[in-house]
T-cell receptor, first 113, second 113 residues
C-alpha cells in the first residue's frame, strides 16, 4: 500500500516563484491536511479539507492556497514564494476528523532563496 | 484556542532504561483524542499510541504506555526498555470534532548505547 504520497520530496525555489505540492492518498480518506514543520515550532496546520471539493483554513494559511478537486488528491500552492516559507511540508489524511489516526506522507523539504 | 505543550525540548536515556515524555493540553471540550507520534531521522511520522478521553484506562502498546490524567490535562508517554531505534522526535497531538490534530513542539529523544 502506498498510503500517502507527496511529490516532490525536495525543491529549491527563488523568491517570487510559484509551485504546487501534490499529495495523493489511496485509503479513501475523507479528511486531508497540509502542515508545515519548523524547528522548535512543531507541526502547524496550513489548510485542511473535510471532503472532495471542500477546503478550510488552518492556523497559518497566509501565502498558501489549496484545492481538492478529487477525493484522493490535495494540492498546496505557493503563488509567490518567500524565504519565510522555507520549511518541511507534510500532507496527512484521516478517515474521520477526530477519532482516528492521521497518516502522513514522507514530507517535502522546500527552500526559498 | 486549544494548545498542546511539550516542555522538554530534548531528553536522553540509557539503552534498556525507562524514560517519560511530558505533554499537557488545554481544552474546554469533553470528547477528544490524544496521540503520540514518533518522527525518526527518516522524517516519516509514525503513530505510537492513542488515547480516547472518555476511557479511564491508560493505553499501552508493547513497551509504550501513557499516563492520562484528564482532570490535570496531562498525557505523558513512558518508554520502557529503551532501544537505540527509539531515538527520534516525539510529538504529542490533540484532536476533537472541532479542532483538527493540533501538535506540540516536540521532544527530541536520544537513546544512548
Amino acid at each position: 500500500n502506498a498510503g500517502v504520497t507527496q511529490t516532490p520530496k525536495f525543491r529549491v525555489l527563488k523568491t517570487g516563484q510559484s509551485m504546487t505540492l501534490l499529495c495523493a492518498q489511496d485509503m479513501n480518506h475523507e479528511y486531508m491536511y497540509w502542515y508545515r514543520q519548523d524547528p522548535g515550532m512543531g507541526l502547524r496546520l496550513i489548510h485542511y479539507s473535510v471532503g472532495e471539493g471542500t477546503t478550510a483554513k488552518g492556523e497559518v494559511p497566509d501565502g498558501y492556497n489549496v484545492s481538492r478537486l478529487k477525493k484522493q488528491n490535495f494540492l498546496l500552492g505557493l503563488e509567490s514564494a518567500a524565504p519565510s516559507q522555507t520549511s518541511v511540508y507534510f500532507c496527512a489524511s484521516s478517515y474521520s476528523g477526530s477519532d482516528t489516526e492521521a497518516f502522513f506522507g514522507q514530507g517535502t523539504r522546500l527552500t526559498v532563496v | 484556542a486549544q494548545t498542546v505543550t511539550q516542555s522538554q525540548p530534548e531528553m536522553s536515556v540509557q539503552e534498556a532504561e525507562t524514560v517519560t515524555l511530558s505533554c499537557t493540553y488545554d481544552t474546554s471540550e469533553n470528547n477528544y483524542y490524544l496521540f503520540w507520534y514518533k518522527q525518526p531521522p527518516s522524517r516519516q511520522m509514525i503513530l505510537v499510541i492513542r488515547q480516547e478521553a472518555y476511557k479511564q484506562q491508560n493505553a499501552t502498546e508493547n513497551r509504550f504506555s501513557v499516563n492520562f490524567q484528564k482532570a490535570a490535562k496531562s498525557f505523558s508517554l513512558k518508554i520502557s526498555d529503551s532501544q537505540l531505534g527509539d531515538t527520534a522526535m516525539y510529538f504529542c497531538a490533540f484532536t476533537s470534532g472541532t479542532y483538527k490534530y493540533i501538535f506540540g513542539t516536540g521532544t527530541r529523544l536520544k537513546v544512548l548505547a
